[in-house]
């Protein structure tokens, strides 16, 4: 019969490969706590016009990468394609606002976008990232930015660079648009046919350009900074103070266009030399009106999220940081002693031991290949002497000795040895 396989731009993340996954969820566990961050789990599905009201209508994300169907009653469902809107939904539904001004939230989960798949682009990712909903002081901007570095570099990854920019207010941006499609109305004919329907829909995004000619025309375009207020001017340079104050390096980068139409002031995203084209490990910025215009209390915002497969690639030559668990590969050679060795493996397991136990009843030599291979310390061994005699066989695997303890004094044998 045909196999059935994966979907396109989905993977299966292997045994050999949840490690690293557990080692990054727990790192953002940590650094969020140690921040003063608490955690918040939202469903995978969610109304569609969240985010065509959240993200955005005419963003590639909401109007072609969006998982989106009709449901028996009628209604349309998304699958998330970024986790912002759906928290800011949550914040706003069950009043988070109402119980503390500030509210530091942080996620780690799945997100969906129906993108052409590449190294580092799926259609089914995980995203890390947090949401502070409630302070809108540039300390705020540069806490989050430094919390994501913190992650970024307790995970093991060295070449960390963060690029900032500030797509100012209201006002600067629309000031700034109207002057930016003044200048490019005379290359209409050279521009892309999407550059072109930007142009007309969401014409910053034309900056984002990777196409060589279109390059060259951005190089001599109206810059954001030119259009911003005297406060925008202020609010950016302090976030810029506070990251220097924090000793992160970073390039102001006046192209950095983010896809998403929610954001106000402040953008950034971190990259990493290690990665392909899609470079960008986490982006993020300041959103002041999403929390109003999904009809919560105006509440000013900042936050960002990381593609977890990206830094997985990212950090790739890491030093492992999961300390050793001590362990200890049980064989059993008598079917008799079968529940013996599972209770003594229950026992050390309490006391801090992984205990892998042989359930496949093969022969000594297979067994004792596999303890082997299982990368254990010990082997503890049951087999007829060692019943008759209510003893365990213990072989240390690092120098070949052995020996035999009593079954009684097996826990106090392994607590006493140090790791
Ligand atoms: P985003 O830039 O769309 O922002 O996504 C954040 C990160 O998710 C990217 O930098 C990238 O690492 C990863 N990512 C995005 N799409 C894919 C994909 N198809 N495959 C693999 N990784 C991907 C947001 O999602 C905003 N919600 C961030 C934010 C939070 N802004 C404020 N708060």
Redesign the pocket.
Known sequence: MAQVKSIKGTHDILPNQTKDWQELEMQVHKTSNLYGYSEIRTPIIETASLFNRGVGEETD?VSKEMYSWEDKDKSIISLRP???APVVRSYIQHNLGGQSPLQRLYYIGP?F?R?RPQK????Q?H?F?V?AIGSANPEQDAEVISLGWDILKSFGIKSLKLKLSSIGSKSCRENFKSELVKYLNPFIPKLSEVSQRRLEKNPLRILDTKNKDEIEIVKSAPKIEQFYTKDDQNYFFSVQKFLNDLEIPFKIDPLLV???DYYTQTTF?ICSENLGA?D??????R?NGLVGSLGGKDAPA??????M??VIIAAKNRKKISPKIPTIYAICTNDEAMGILQNSAKQLRSIGYKVICETLRRSMRSQMRDANKSNADYVMIIGDDEFNSRTIQLKDLKNGEQEKVDLEKIISYFKSLTF
């Open positions: 994300i970024e986790l912002t997100s976008r993108e580092g682009r799926q259609r990712f995203q990232g949401e983010r896809g998403l995203e899609q960008a490990l986490l982006g993020g910025g959103y900042v936050g960002f999220a990381a593609g497969e990206r």
